[in-house]
Nanobody
Framework: QVQLVESGGGLVQPGGSLRLSCAAS?????MGWYRQAPGRHRELVAA???????NHADSVKDRFTISRDNAKNTVYLQMNTQKPEDTAVYYC????????????WGPGTQVTVSS
């Protein structure tokens, strides 16, 4: 069983930046981030496969960038120009297959965008 541990959440002002990190205890083919705001369904934010190909939700394109360091089994989410609607709990996930549904979840980290 692979364990995922997120870090980097917190409070940021609108227009600001945060970087989330997620370290896995083993190698995973696909890694990414979901988020869930109060009263809303969990939604995919971004994903990246081992070779580096990425996928970003339309709502975060041009603002968020996902990347990974395979040597460290770590995925990152650089979040720029943040908006209040980005406020959510962000969950790291891992999938054994290419672009697969999540097999592993992190506990989540809160991101709050507010002045």
């Amino acid at each position: 069983q692979v364990q995922l541990v997120e870090s980097g959440g917190g409070l940021v002002q609108p227009g600001g930046s945060l970087r989330l990190s997620c370290a896995a205890s083993g190698s995973i083919f696909t890694m990414g981030w979901y988020r869930q705001a109060p009263g809303r369904h969990r939604e995919l934010v971004a994903a990246i496969i081992r070779g580096g190909t990425t996928n970003h939700a339309d709502s975060v394109k041009d603002r968020f960038t996902i990347s990974r360091d395979n040597a460290k089994n770590t995925v990152y989410l650089q979040m720029n120009t943040q908006k209040p609607e980005d406020t959510a709990v962000y969950y790291c996930y891992g999938a054994k297959r290419s672009w697969g549904t999540p097999d592993y979840w992190g506990p989540g980290t809160q991101v709050t965008v507010s002045s």
